[in-house]
Every structure is written in C-alpha cells, then in structure tokens.
Nanobody
C-alpha cells in the first residue's frame, strides 16, 4: 500500500522560509511524478508545483514562481518543496501527491490525475 507522509510545516513570519518534505513508500517512486497542492480555509485545493519522475521537468503555479522550488531525491524516495519569501496568502494545508508516469502540464496541474495523496501539513504565515 502506497503511503505519502508530509512534514516540515509550521508557523513562520512573512518573508521567512520553510522546507516541506514528503516521504513516499510502497510505490516505485521514480515512475511517479510528484506534485504539491494546497488548500486554504474555505477555498478549493489548488496546484502549487510538480516534478516529473526523473526530475527533468518542473512546473509551478504562477502565484509561486520565483519563490518556491520543487525537487526530489529518488534514492530517498522523497520530494521537497522549498518555500522562500513566504506571504500570508501562502497559509494553507499543503498536500503532496503521486501521479503515475505523469509528464504534461495538464496532467500534473490537475488534482484528479493523482493516484495517491498524503495527509497534509499546515503552513501558517503571519504578517
């Protein structure tokens, strides 16, 4: 049974940084593109960033470009989300997800394309 476990969330002041991690188990990690989504209170879940299975391609939502970097370590079966220059608008529960052989922008930016999801980690940015 595949499992994704996020960590690294917390409370940070505006302008600060956080690094989220998502450890995967029970799946052939390199065959899965990995994505990060977030959901703010009373709002829909939205796409943040994604990375293909080999790590050769990355995709970002316009709202986070230049501030957030996604990366992965296939040997450690872990995907990361480095978040810098955080803003109060970044406050949300952040979820990682796995997309089997996903490679296109459309697939990787669409939540329903993902097979497995983590339980989420809370990120709160104070002003």
């Amino acid at each position: 049974q595949a499992q994704l476990v996020e960590s690294g969330g917390g409370l940070v002041q505006a302008g600060g940084s956080l690094r989220l991690s998502c450890a995967a188990s029970g799946l052939t990690f390199s065959r899965y593109a990995m994505g990060w989504f977030r959901q703010a209170p009373e709002k829909e879940r939205i796409f943040v960033a994604a990375i293909t299975g080999t790590g050769s391609s990355t995709y970002y939502a316009d709202s986070v470009k230049g501030r957030i970097t996604i990366s992965r370590d296939n040997a450690k079966t872990t995907v990361y989300l480095q978040m810098d220059s955080l803003e109060p608008e970044d406050t949300a529960v952040y979820y990682c997800a796995a997309n089997y052989l996903g490679s296109s922008w459309y697939s990787l930016s669409t939540g329903k394309s993902y097979y497995y999801w983590g339980q989420g980690t809370q990120v709160t940015v104070s002003s």
